[in-house]
């Protein structure tokens, strides 16, 4: 049965209670707004018939729920890509940092584990695919072309840089380049992800789509597509 949320009134596509519990997402750690959460799942829902979608960053699994239900829903395939140390504000005495998340054996974060109850919890072991290492290191040998790829790891320009140029170039003609983060001014956060969405754009070769909140949604142009 559908069920619909008070939030999603007027938008498209409900989620349906079946797909993702909403008083389970709540409770999961993450900086993901609801909103960017329900666009997530109505793109990947689109995106998942077309190829494997893949998402950068994690961390406990709260956009894993909404993209891997999805993902779900139409047969496919989320590869979840994150070493699960925490990025740099998530480590001991910086801003992000949780004690909950730290683990006193090998001293250092660890999401792996909650990462693991959420995907269990969720009935999502078998759509997503965990990736435990750098998103450098999984592009250095990637090979399969995706529908959808979700850059939410490392804010360093670096780190978002190193997201995009090594897996923009996996997108299906039609699929997703999704970046989370992108804030207008300095002021409201780091300004890596919109300087990465913004390369993204002048390289001409993906159409921009209205954001939702902080999540910019750009779709790779088909060949014969112009500008
Ligand atoms: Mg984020």
Same mark, same amino acid.
């Given at each position: 049965?559908?069920?619909?949320?008070?939030e999603?009134?007027?938008?498209?596509?409900?989620?349906?209670?079946?797909?993702?519990?909403s008083?389970?997402?709540n409770?999961?750690?993450?900086?993901? #707004?609801?909103?960017?959460?329900?666009?997530?799942?109505?793109?990947a829902?689109? %995106?998942?018939? &077309?190829?494997?979608?893949l998402?950068?960053?994690?961390y406990?699994?709260k956009?894993?729920?909404y &993209?891997?239900? %999805?993902c779900?829903?139409?047969?496919?395939?989320?590869?979840?890509?994150?070493h699960h140390?925490?990025?740099?504000?998530?480590?001991?005495?910086?801003?992000y940092?949780?004690?909950?998340?730290?683990?006193?054996?090998?001293?250092?974060?660890?999401?792996?584990?909650?990462?693991?109850?959420?995907l269990?919890?969720?009935?999502?072991?078998?759509?997503?695919v965990?990736?435990?290492?750098?998103?450098?290191?999984a592009?250095?040998?990637?090979?399969?072309?995706?529908?959808?790829?979700?850059? #939410?790891?490392?804010?360093?320009?670096?780190?978002?840089?190193?997201?995009y140029n090594?897996w %923009?170039?996996h997108? +299906?003609?039609?699929?997703? &380049?999704?970046?989370h983060?992108?804030f207008?001014?300095p002021?409201?956060?780091?300004?890596?992800?919109?300087?990465?969405?913004? &390369? %993204?754009?002048?390289?001409g070769?993906?159409?921009?789509?209205?954001?939702?909140?902080? +999540?910019?949604? +750009?779709?790779?142009?088909?060949p014969?597509? +112009?500008i």
């Amino acid at each position: 049965m559908t069920r619909r949320h008070p939030e999603t009134e007027g938008l498209e596509i409900d989620i349906p209670e079946s797909d993702i519990d909403s008083g389970f997402l709540n409770r999961i750690k993450g900086f993901l #707004d609801p909103e960017e959460g329900r666009r997530l799942y109505r793109i990947a829902r689109e %995106a998942a018939s &077309l190829g494997p979608c893949l998402e950068i960053g994690s961390y406990c699994g709260k956009s894993t729920v909404y &993209l891997g239900a %999805a993902c779900r829903a139409r047969g496919g395939t989320l590869f979840s890509v994150d070493h699960h140390r925490g990025s740099e504000e998530q480590q001991p005495g910086e801003a992000y940092f949780d004690p909950e998340l730290y683990d006193p054996v090998s001293r250092k974060i660890d999401t792996f584990r909650t990462f693991r109850q959420t995907l269990k919890a969720a009935a999502l072991e078998n759509t997503v695919v965990p990736l435990v290492c750098t998103s450098e290191i999984a592009a250095r040998a990637w090979a399969t072309p995706l529908s959808l790829v979700l850059i #939410d790891g490392g804010h360093s320009f670096s780190a978002a840089f190193t997201d995009y140029n090594g897996w %923009a170039g996996h997108l +299906l003609p039609g699929g997703y &380049l999704l970046i989370h983060d992108i804030f207008e001014r300095p002021e409201e956060g780091g300004q890596a992800p919109r300087q990465v969405y913004e &390369l %993204a754009l002048a390289s001409g070769l993906f159409r921009e789509c209205p954001m939702t909140r902080t +999540l910019g949604v +750009l779709q790779r142009r088909k060949p014969g597509e +112009l500008i």
